[in-house]
T-cell receptor
């Protein structure tokens, strides 16, 4: 079945700097890759997603890139702010419809 | 409109007891998912419903776990003979249809003593 790995597990950046989180997946049939943000004690919330027919997608300070050949996808957050501090999960959806999550990256933005 | 709701928000039980966790999806959402999240981990897929039927239950850890969605709306996750290892946050998510964004509920924190 699908397996999603995520790096780094923790990331600290200065406010205003960029943050990059990288994920790999194993099932080449996966076609949908969402990213979720989860604040402490809260539910995961979708921040951006990308489908397999697109290589890059951007929404204000957040962008995601997808390399289907290498089975890599990455989240880029620019001009980070303290409120960006949270745990970020990447995920992949194989043809079976269930969504497989990575282990998460704890991002701390230092003011 | 109302989001996904889950009850109870917290459940403490003793080893060997039976528990039921309830999920109310967003009205009109046909797809419903159950996940389990342990501390410091990503959500782990348990089961997915499309309408009333379980389309994929491959994530249920063993036969102590069972879920139903009899009318295609509310779902109940049932755990028999609970074990301490079942302690986790159980998340429910719904989606308007297949292949769409999932909206998560607040979760039920289950503690088995």
């Amino acid at each position: 079945g699908e397996n999603v790995e995520q790096h780094p597990s923790t990331l600290s950046v200065q406010e205003g700097d960029s943050a990059v989180i990288k994920c790999t997946y194993s099932d080449s049939a996966s076609n949908y890759f969402p990213w979720y943000k989860q604040e402490l004690g809260k539910r995961p919330q979708l921040i951006i997603d990308i489908r397999s027919n697109v290589g890059e997608k951007k929404d204000q300070r957040i962008a995601v890139t997808l390399n289907k050949t290498a089975k890599h996808f990455s989240l880029h957050i620019t001009e980070t702010q303290p409120e960006d501090s949270a745990v970020y999960f990447c995920a992949a959806r194989p043809l079976s419809d269930k969504v497989i999550f990575g282990p998460g990256t704890s991002l701390s933005v230092i003011p | 409109g109302a989001g996904v709701s889950q009850t109870p928000s917290n459940k403490v039980t003793e080893k060997g007891k039976y528990v039921e966790l309830r999920c109310d999806p967003i009205s009109g959402h046909t797809a419903l998912y159950w996940y389990r999240q342990s501390l410091g981990q990503g959500p782990e897929f348990l089961i997915y419903f499309q309408g009333t039927g379980a389309a994929d239950d491959s994530g249920l850890p063993n036969d102590r776990f069972f879920a139903v969605r009899p009318e295609g709306s509310v779902s109940t996750l049932k755990i028999q003979r609970t074990e301490r290892g079942d302690s986790a946050v159980y998340l429910c998510a719904s989606s308007p249809q297949r292949y769409n964004e999932q909206f998560f509920g607040p979760g039920t924190r289950l503690t088995v003593l």
